[in-house]
């Protein structure tokens, strides 16, 4: 595992989780709640190891920051697929993964992260098809590359996770409280954080 910062927001990745054996699976499987221990069932065995390591590493998250005891955290999901802690209003969390890359933020206000293995694709078709027309002038701004590609994409989803409503969140959607950061791992991994604009 790896620590990494962003505004006093704790983030930790750990590297190589798909390479959770069958045997730590079922060991480690009834740490996850029940409709999540059900749904990790039936996912294909990569995806499935790889989404029980985001459980576990948001639970070990939850526990450092806010000693809570392990056996006291369980989750459930938000009307729109956000996932929360039952019974404490005040933490808040987010998991994301890429490849066999898992990654999650953990803040006392409302969090959204992504990361994302920067891949050649066709850029400009997907922008077109799926960035509004301010995202699309943006991504052109900055050099219309992977890097400038990239940053539109995380901090899209980051924001959707952080409003709770998804990749395909509206403009309307958009409550302009908050702000974004991002971070580089292992070079060709982009991470973008969305977290709440704090004014003082």
């Not at 933020?105 to 891949?119: C, L």
Request: charged share 25%.
């Amino acid at each position: 595992m790896k620590q990494m910062n962003a505004n006093g927001r704790n983030i930790i990745v750990v590297p190589n989780a798909d390479a959770l054996t069958d045997s730590d699976f079922e060991m480690w499987l009834s740490f996850a709640d029940g409709h999540k221990r059900e749904q990790l069932q039936s996912m294909r065995k990569q995806a499935a190891h790889i989404s029980l390591v985001g459980v576990l590493l948001a639970k070990y998250a939850i526990h450092k920051k806010w000693n809570i005891p392990i056996d006291q955290i369980r989750f459930d999901i938000g009307s729109h697929g956000k996932p929360y802690i039952i019974g404490y209003e005040q933490v808040h969390f987010n998991i994301s993964h890429s490849d066999n890359i898992c990654i999650c933020a953990v803040d006392d206000m409302p969090i959204g992260i992504d990361i994302q293995k920067m891949k050649p694709y066709r850029f400009d078709l997907i922008a077109k098809r799926f960035f509004t027309q301010e995202e699309q002038e943006r991504y052109i701004l900055e050099g219309k590359n992977q890097t400038a590609f990239y940053r539109m994409w995380t901090k899209r989803e980051s924001i959707g996770k952080y409003l709770g409503v998804g990749f395909h969140y509206k403009p309307t959607d958009d409550t302009l409280d908050w702000k974004t950061e991002y971070m580089l791992y292992q070079k060709d991994y982009m991470i973008c954080v969305c977290t709440k604009n704090k004014i003082y």
